[in-house]
């Protein structure tokens, strides 16, 4: 069956002064799909992301998306046009209430079903509802992960962008989030994420690309990464397939 293409990057070439954070990387991620970008620390993953929606320049390549060459877009224009970044981090506005924090996350849509939006949002996030007018800062870091998530998905996004969703999160609050990723994909949610914690992201992925040193040195079905001992050893540092602390691992009967 084929899918629409919704974002393809082209030869991305990305430098900080004298390094080149992003050496000609190229990728796609069709509509319906969870994307997962892996790699070390320091590989340019956080880099091609911001790349990706406009909050840095490329020195090189372009950005397509639904058939459109948004490369010399401003980042605002991107989000106009569906891209949505829940940024490493979460970088919630700390001083503002959850509701307020969720309503900023649809400011380009100027109010238009606002009130089944929330109530979609705290159907996933029924936590955000018991706090709405709680100050965003004072909740828990997975709480404040849910919110940053859902502040996302107020756009509407046709692509929703996750910048290391398991950083700082306990090991089940880590499978909880994975665990929520799988569930937007039933939901239609097309999905680009990058991930150090590299087994786990390739379990609910559909597709993955291996960056290392900015280049994309492995690209392929999640599952035949995830099953390949030499190219999870070579490239993430992986020796084992049962690796991970086992409140991460996943109940869901393997392929």
Aim: hydrophobic share 40%; net charge positive; proline share 4%.
């Amino acid at each position: 069956m084929t899918t629409t293409e919704l974002l393809r990057v082209d030869g991305l070439q990305v430098s900080y002064g004298p390094v080149q954070a992003l050496q000609g990387v190229t990728l796609t991620v069709h509509e319906g799909e969870v994307v997962t970008v892996v790699g070390s620390n320091g590989a340019g993953k956080t880099t091609l992301l911001k790349t990706i929606v406009g909050l840095i320049s490329a020195r090189a390549g372009r950005v397509m998306f639904l058939g459109q060459d948004i490369t010399a877009f401003a980042a605002n224009r991107r989000v106009r046009l569906g891209l949505s970044l829940v940024p490493e981090g979460r970088h919630v506005f700390a001083r503002m209430s959850v509701r307020e924090n969720l309503l900023m996350g649809a400011y380009s849509r100027a109010g238009k079903g606002m009130d089944d939006d929330l109530e979609h949002c705290f159907g996933l996030f029924p936590q955000l509802k018991d706090r709405l007018h709680q100050r965003a800062g004072t909740l828990s870091g997975g709480e404040q992960q849910m919110l940053a998530i859902a502040r996302s998905l107020m756009l509407r996004p046709r692509l929703l962008l996750l910048d290391e969703p398991s950083l700082g999160l306990a090991p089940q609050l880590v499978r909880e989030t994975f665990k929520l990723v799988e569930r937007l994909r039933r939901l239609g949610v097309t999905i680009l994420m990058v991930e150090q914690m590299a087994r786990l992201a390739l379990r609910y992925a559909d597709r993955a690309y291996i960056l290392e040193h900015g280049r994309v040195v492995h690209a392929g079905r999640a599952t035949d990464v995830r099953q390949d001992p030499k190219i999870l050893g070579a490239y993430l540092g992986v020796q084992s397939p049962g690796s991970e602390p086992a409140a991460w691992k996943d109940t869901r009967p393997q392929p």
